[in-house]
């Protein structure tokens, strides 16, 4: 016995010093979830977050938890997360919570809200505010825990095949843009058209739709979306810090002794920051290669059309909240933290960025 002992550690050493995995990775881990995501595997920034999530779990934990990543349809469909989660069949889940819009309208308020907060602010609300605690409210009919696993900062507008010059460019025009954005721009004339990401390319090439948005320059350019438009406009006015998110299953996580649970909060609030991070330092770069090597026309979008996409995104989000009790409940505390950091931000982020950069 103690010899089959010895000899399966020194098996399981050797195999670590081969492949480079820590040993205490593959001890037997005393708990083995499943991740379940709304991406595709290894999807840069997105799929990736959710890879580094768990891999902070399995190495803080020592490998006493073991958490196992799973791109979309390798277990469920991408839009099957939730509810798989929800019954048990993941412990847990990564994707965005304005795809929840159906189970709960109060959801689609911890992804993104056009005019809405930046992701220093959603952090902000979320973890210092009354965000978080809204949140696991919106989600505890579900059987699921609700936390923030990364941001993608403020977007870019689209990829436009015609330039937005006044509010009459944008009358008609088709533009993949989801959600709450895409209600806004209905009002505002255009078509908003819902396509999943791997229709995007080849429905802006061949013309089927006028424009699209996606994420920022990182994303975009492996996309390839310069290849398809002439313009690339700015700001993301319906995503301006869109959050990531990952749920865990309430009946996993509270089986887990108290150290654990404890592992799990911190490890998604260091994935929730350094997606932003990754982004960040990514998208620079991104942004460089695009102007400098593919010539893409990078202009932003006219006073005029901003000033009255936000006055319609003030309309829409409103009557959204109005549908129900609990929407209205998150959306007053969004609304309410909005209005108090704008004036601080104003003063101080948005004041020291034009000081920097003017014009
Ligand atoms: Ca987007």
Known sequence: MKRRQFISTASIATLAGVTGVSSRALASPEYRWKMVTTWPKNFPGLGTGANYLATLIN???GGRIQVKVYGAKELVGALEVFDAVSRGTAEMGHGAAYYWKGKSRAAQFFSAVPFGLTAQE???????GEGMTLWEEVYEPFGLVPGAAGNTGVQ???WFNREINSVADLQGLKMRIPGLGGEVLKRAGGVPVLLPGGEIFSSLQSGAIDATEWVGPYNDLAFGLHKAAKYYYYPGWHEPGTTLECFINKKALESLPNDLQYIVRMAL??????????LTAKNHRALEQLVNVHKVQVKRL???VLGRLR???DEVVAEEAAQDPLTKKVFDSYLNFRDQVVPWHRISEQAYMNARSPG
């Open 311 to 313: 006055t319609l995104s």
């Open 269 to 278: 609030r260091v994935a929730n920051q350094d997606m932003l991070a990754d």
């Open 156 to 158: 870019m507008a689209g």
């Open 122 to 128: 959603m952090n902000a609300w979320l973890y210092h």
């Open 59 to 61: 190495e803080m934990s």
């Open 302 to 304: 006219p006073d005029d």
